[in-house]
């Protein structure tokens, strides 16, 4: 099927130009603006103009902070008792800072040429515009879907997803499907859409230390320990220079890689030269080892800093020993790695090297997902991206982490991450932007999805 091909090009422009409606609304969720509202009620308007009926979940009635679900559902009138697909996206964004660095308002939706600039263009209007389109497709032009459809758009992806496992446990019925196609997926250098099926798992902590009850004079360094130094020695023990996590017994749960994904793993390629020109670094770990690089960037664990606080660091110099110091600390984990007892391993690492001063807290852990490399969705959703891209690569998970656990587990259905984020949009950056011919051929990938998926056996 070839969707965007069978339309005249106005419909094409209204595709690109209903992005841009929904990037100038600038719905940042770490800010809690009221603007994160409007942008909900704005997807749920378009959803209804492509003939899809849409509702706002509210989490409660009381919680107006917490941003509300939208929901979308078509049901199938030829096969109404055939199998339920569910797309998840997001329609809240990232932050836009450092504005400086934008070459345009960062929530302008700029077009120019084949590209659309603004924070969200990919992350993740723009995927979640391919999936509407693809719907709305077979409502104008058949007058139904091959199979039913739902939708859930949620407003707080960029800031952990801090309500979606509620959300999905109160609404579990409602949210019924067979399978879910995941809020984004890439498009590599070779043009070839990378088809995901998992994510790894998270946790975050905070290390905070106090040796004074004020800022002392440098000269007591004689005397005092100072609290930077602390938490310096403390992370330290708890990774090497090569990235290797020293943690007692950290590694346990963590199960080998199966032959199939072996396999995957073998068949994915990764270009170094070109990473590290994309990012002007100088070296990466394992520069020497390919399989090991690859092996890492999909099932491998980190233990990452990101961020330190302490003492004095505006102009100039001051003598002055602080009296605090903190650090956040972020871990992906892996299948099998359950954050509490990961962070139960952390704080006796701590105690038994003699950190017991150090105060950790828990922020928030996330499981890892992976569906099995030979799920009949996984065939399916390959195959039709073979059939609109002519290749397509097969990862077994995403280096980053999202809430797919939660869908897995609750609404007990496969996910799968298919999409059209080009590899080098600046997704979070600066200057974030979506190829408009990439968001075309997805939404025709995912109308091939939607019609297959029809044709299967439930
Ligand atoms: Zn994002």
Redesign the pocket.
Known sequence: MTIIESRVDSEIDILTLQLQQLIRVPSVSAKKQSTVMECAKLVSEIMIKSGIKSEILTFDDNSEQIPPIVYGEVRSKSNPNGKTILFYNHYDV?PPEPIELWDDDPFSGKIDGNFIFGRGAS??KGELITRIKAVEYFLKEVGDVPCNVKFIVEGE??IGSSHLQEYLTKYRKKFHCDAVIWEFGYIDEHERPIISLGMKGLLCVELNVKCANADLHSSLAVLVENPAWRIVHALKTIRDENGTILIKNWHNDIRDFLPEELDCIKQEDFDISDFKKNYELTKIFNENDIEKIKKASVGGVTSNISGLLSGYIDEGSKTVLPSTAMAKLDFRLVPNMIPQKQFQLLREHLYKNGFKDIELKFLSGEPACRIPVDNEFVKLVESCAIEEYGKVVKSISSAGTGPMWYFNKILQCPCVSIGCTYKYSR??SPNEFARIDLIKRTTNCIGNIIEKFGDSKK
């Open positions: 990232q992350d993740d992806e960029e997704i979070h």
